[in-house]
Structure formats: structure tokens, C-alpha cells
């Protein structure tokens, strides 16, 4: 059982930027591939980004790729998604999900994730 807690959230102008984190409670996220989704108002969840904590692989939607990264941090058992250039469409429910890691590559882990927090406010205003 992992439980995920988001912060960081906020409103920011665009072309701002904000980082977002995500503290997970499991006594190691070895085995784990974290990720980031958001979702809009009147539209559905989708992925933004995720990482493998064990080698540091990442991915991203297209529509992020160069404005946001994501990394972790081990000793605190953390994940963040540094948010930049960010835009008025970026504006959503940012989500920190977890699911068991089976070595697929990382483009695979777009879905099908076991674990979520509650979500964090992002406005970014034009």
C-alpha cells in the first residue's frame, strides 16, 4: 500500500513556473514507477509525466516535453514535477499516481495506476 500527498500547487502568470511534490509513505519506492496526471475541467485525466525509480528513466506527453521534468528524491521518497513556461491550457488538477514497476519500458506507463492522491490546484492565468 503506497499513499501519495501533493503539494505545491498555486496560481502563477503565464509563462511562470511551479514545482509540484508528491511524498509517498512506503518504506522503499524501489519497485515503483511514479507518475503525474492532470485533468481539466469538462475533460478527462491524462498523463503528463512519469519516472522509474529505480534507473531515473523518464517520460512525457508531447505537450510538456521541454517545459516540465520530473525527477525524485530518494532519501525523502518524493517526486516532483518542475513546471515551466507554463500556459493557460496547463491549468488543471495535477495528480501524483504510483504502480508497481514490471521493467516494461517507460512509454508503457501511461495507465493502469493502483495508487493516487488527492490532487493539487494548478491555475496558471493569462
Known amino acids: 500500500q503506497v499513499q501519495l500527498v501533493e503539494s505545491g500547487g498555486g496560481l502563477v502568470q503565464a509563462g511562470g513556473s511551479l514545482r509540484l511534490s508528491c511524498a509517498a509513505s512506503?518504506?522503499?519506492?524501489?519497485?515503483?514507477?511514479m507518475g503525474w496526471f492532470r485533468q481539466a475541467p469538462g475533460k478527462e485525466r491524462e498523463f503528463v509525466a512519469a519516472?522509474?525509480?529505480?534507473?531515473?528513466?523518464?517520460s512525457y506527453t508531447d505537450s510538456v516535453k521541454g517545459r516540465f521534468t520530473i525527477s525524485r528524491d530518494n532519501a525523502k521518497n518524493t517526486v516532483y514535477l518542475q513546471m515551466n513556461s507554463l500556459k493557460p491550457e496547463d491549468t488543471a488538477v495535477y495528480y501524483c499516481?504510483?504502480?508497481?514497476?514490471?521493467?516494461?519500458?517507460?512509454?508503457?506507463?501511461?495507465?493502469?495506476?493502483?495508487?493516487w492522491g488527492q490532487g493539487t490546484q494548478v491555475t496558471v492565468s493569462s
Open positions: 499516481a504510483a504502480q508497481i514497476d514490471t521493467y516494461l519500458s517507460i512509454d508503457y506507463y501511461r495507465h493502469d495506476y493502483a495508487y
Open positions: 512506503a518504506r522503499t519506492l524501489s519497485n515503483y514507477v
Open positions: 519516472i522509474r525509480w529505480s534507473d531515473f528513466s523518464t
